[in-house]
């Protein structure tokens, strides 16, 4: 890529940052006047980045927002949720478009239909004073669309005609049916109406809200007649219309069943084909579809099933547009403080320097000088080039390491999103934003963290009045905190709602087939609570689209134990609830205890070691298939490593085993090895190639003696 | 005519009922509250006179014969 643009996407996904920060601040305080100076400032650097790349439409969609954000800062109108939205949309529009010059290197062509939308949006807001206008409620669109399910839809309209509309010969209902899509309709009328007597019928009093199956652009052109009189909103898919690969890969082999030229399709070929997609689409929830699919005729059957997978109607979950594609998109490009590079230019000059002492050394070992003082030579420099490369790696690390800012200013928007569809009022504080971590882990807890995030709204946190029946305030506080404790990060995600009901989590899990009756009554609630992190376990008393099926914490558990980290749960009936990760600061260096087993030495993370100890081979019992002993009055599995990597013993067994004991999470198990080595940092190289797939194993690096040490994934050996 | 009296009392929307109709409509209902609207031979009809129809609220006989108004426009008067 031309480095114009490169610089030119670094830039503009910083603005585009800084913007969406003051745009919600704004929104939490109108009248904070430097926020609206910021946002204004980074609309305006934005538009002046597109001029320099010749972006004409992207300036063209900005300047919109800039007219509208400069407006109100000359005290034209007022701050409103709408504006906010639009500018927001506008913002999600500049990332999609960052998004395809990332791939395709260039100003992306055809981008004026979006923009013009864009820019359609702002004429009909904000301009004129916002106290006008008839109050829209707020996440009207959302409302419609779950009222709705049914409908194919893209984009929500709201149509109030002035009061003297159908005096001017608008006729808002033909105006309607003649939108592209229209799949649903509702009419809004006042909540009395004057007796007949009395009713004016060229007073318009209503108000229509619809659903279409047609993009944004299209809609906007429809309506641009009465555009004054309109909101149009692009509508996020459901996530029950999200279709997986495996599905649509199904379904598309239909389509090519059906359109398969070199033989005609039989009866029987078509009523398969039928089947099959019927069957896949009800699976994944598209009961409206499958059911057209089910009526479509014999002849028509291909190009039903064409129209559902083309026409947005099955969309593929990669475009779930309350994560935007973009803001998910790792930030490739990483900026760095100069004094670092000195720091790496610097090392680079000293080991030039420690190079050349070898060269001398190399001439002094000709010159056959006494190898005592070729020894000391040697020792001298080894030592110079262990200081550099400590050194060296130190630096390197450095360079690595994120502020947490950088995976916490994304959570203010799906929140507000989350929120809004909720219908439940909540803030999100932040607390340690500047705490560091390596990039890999910085960037590695969005997702989860997202999660726990959706979990404490949509499950935590209480309706509001239920929480006023409480005595806490109705809108509920989200707290996202980061904070250093030694070697460790941890990042915390508390709610102030409901807490967790451990006796429910001990039926849910039962029910589900977790554990036993009997064993979750013997639990004690900890172990109960971490029941949660089961894979299957879903509390949810109904699925909601926000939430998904259940398929949950045990992910989130999953995606920070691969950073090298735990998780963790505090609940307090009424007060709410903790979920904490407790991460390494770095995935690069570990410290190992190395170990060996056969002539192979392995590694294990020393963080996850508690003691090593000697176990007489007459106190392992056999316990069905496994081994187990017992320490400190605690029966101890025991895993024989050779056997747990599919190693053969070699050599005769001693009598007494050598264990190392390691804990992970709430787990305590010993690892049967033949001897103990020493402790080692290592940088880890993840695995690659065909050892990509070796259960056990978390990655490997080369010893002094050129041996190869492969450190174990305690968590995939235990589990 | 597209707005008539029924000899029963009722009213009768039929074929295309442009705003004119809208105050026909209006003065017919006021006179007679209880009467009822039967517009199943309606093909389309302008704004103003379904917002009559709503701010009346009295019975209907349908479905409408258009397709819009039978689609979408009666579910939604229903609905509200």
């Known amino acids: ?719 | 005519m597209s707005v008539r009296r029924l000899a029963n009392g009722d009213v009768e929307l039929s074929g295309d009922c442009p705003s004119g109709e809208a105050e026909v409509l209006r003065a017919m209902l006021a006179e007679t509250p209880e009467a009822a609207v039967d517009w199943r031979g309606c093909q389309s009809a302008h704004t103003a006179v379904v917002q009559v129809l709503m701010a009346h609220g009295g019975p209907r006989i349908g479905p409408p014969g258009g397709i819009f108004l039978r689609r979408m426009v009666e579910p939604a008067i229903n609905r509200g």
């Open chain 1, 1 to 719: 890529m031309n480095e114009f643009i490169e610089q030119f996407l670094i830039e503009c996904h910083e603005l585009v940052t800084q913007a969406t920060d003051d745009l919600l601040a704004l929104e939490e305080d109108p009248a904070d006047a430097d926020r609206l100076d910021g946002a204004f400032r980074a609309f305006h650097t934005l538009k002046g980045a597109a001029g320099i790349v010749d972006f004409d439409a992207m300036g063209h969609a900005l300047h919109a927002a800039e007219d509208v954000l400069s407006a109100l800062r000359s005290g034209e109108g007022r701050v409103s949720a709408q504006v906010i939205s639009d500018c927001l949309t506008c913002l999600d529009q500049v990332l999609d478009w960052l998004e395809e010059m990332r791939e395709a290197g260039e100003v992306p062509s055809g981008a004026e239909a979006q923009a013009e939308a864009i820019v359609r949006r702002f004429k009909g807001a904000a301009v004129e004073p916002a106290a006008e206008q008839p109050s829209i409620p707020e996440g009207w669109a959302q409302g419609l669309r779950d009222r709705r399910p049914e409908a194919a839809a893209r984009v929500a309209v709201r149509y109030a005609p002035d009061v003297d509309a159908f005096f001017r010969g608008e006729d808002p209902l033909a105006i309607l049916a003649a939108l592209p899509g229209l799949s649903a309709l509702e009419i809004e009328g006042p909540k009395a109406w004057p007796p007949m007597d009395e009713l004016d019928p060229y007073q318009s009093r209503l108000a229509f809200m619809a659903l279409c199956d047609a993009d944004a652009a299209t809609i906007n052109a429809a309506l641009e007649p009465v555009r004054s009189q309109v909101r149009v909103q692009a509508l996020p898919a459901l996530a029950e219309d999200a279709i997986t690969p495996a599905a649509l890969a199904l379904l598309t082999a239909q389509l090519d069943l059906l359109n398969d030229a070199t033989g005609e399709a039989s009866p029987g070929r078509v009523e398969s084909a039928r089947r099959v997609g019927v069957n896949v689409l009800r699976a994944q929830g598209l009961a409206a579809q499958a059911d057209r699919l089910a009526e479509a005729s014999a002849d028509a059957l291909g190009q039903v099933l064409e129209s559902i997978l083309s026409g947005g109607e099955a969309r593929q979950p990669a475009a779930d547009p309350r994560q935007p594609a973009a803001h998910d998109a790792v930030t490739r490009a990483l900026r760095v403080d100069v004094e670092r590079i000195d720091a790496l230019v610097n090392l680079a000059g000293e080991l030039t320097v420690a190079k050349n002492a070898l060269a001398h050394a190399t001439q002094l070992a000709l010159e056959g000088v006494e190898a005592e003082v070729l020894a000391r030579t040697l020792r001298a420099q080894h030592a110079q080039l262990e200081r550099l490369v400590n050194e060296l790696q130190r630096s390197v690390l450095n360079i690595r390491v994120l502020p947490m800012r950088h995976v916490f200013q994304r959570f203010p928007r799906p929140v507000r999103e989350m929120v809004m569809s909720l219908g439940k009022p909540a803030r999100l504080f932040t607390e340690g934003e500047e705490t560091e971590a390596d990039k890999t882990i910085v960037e590695g807890l969005f997702d989860p963290l997202l999660h726990v995030i959706r979990n404490a709204l949509d499950h935590g946190v209480e309706a509001p009045q239920t929480r006023l029946e409480q005595g806490k305030p109705p809108s509920a506080a989200i707290r996202l905190r980061a904070a250093r404790e030694g070697a460790h990060v941890l990042v915390e995600v508390s709610d102030d709602g409901g807490g967790i009901d451990v006796e429910r989590i001990r039926e849910v899990a039962v029910r589900n087939g977790i554990v036993d009756a009997a064993t979750a009554q013997q639990m004690d609630d900890a172990a109960a609570l971490d029941l949660i992190f089961a894979p299957g376990f879903s509390t949810a008393r109904e699925v909601t689209a926000l939430s998904g099926r259940g398929v949950g914490m045990d992910a989130v558990r999953t995606a920070v134990g691969r950073m090298g980290g735990q998780v963790s749960i505090h609940t307090v009936r009424g007060e709410g609830t903790t979920i904490r990760f407790t991460l390494p600061f770095s995935v690069m260096m570990t410290a190992v205890l190395t170990v060996e087993v056969g002539a192979q030495v392995f590694g294990v993370p020393l963080d996850a070691v508690s003691e090593t100890v000697r176990v007489p081979r007459d106190r392992i019992a056999p316990v069905g298939a496994a081994r187990a002993f017992v320490l400190r009055d605690q029966t101890t599995p025991l895993i024989d490593l050779a056997e747990a990597l599919g190693e053969c013993r070699m050599g005769d067994r001693q009598d007494e085993a050598t264990v190392v004991v390691v804990r992970f999470g709430d787990l305590t198990a010993g690892i049967e090895v033949d001897q103990i080595g020493d402790r080692a940092d290592v940088m880890l190289k993840p695995m690659e190639g065909l050892l990509a797939g070796m259960h056990g194993v978390a990655g490997t690096t080369i010893l002094g003696d050129g041996r190869v040490l492969i450190v174990l994934d305690l968590q995939a050996l235990l589990q």
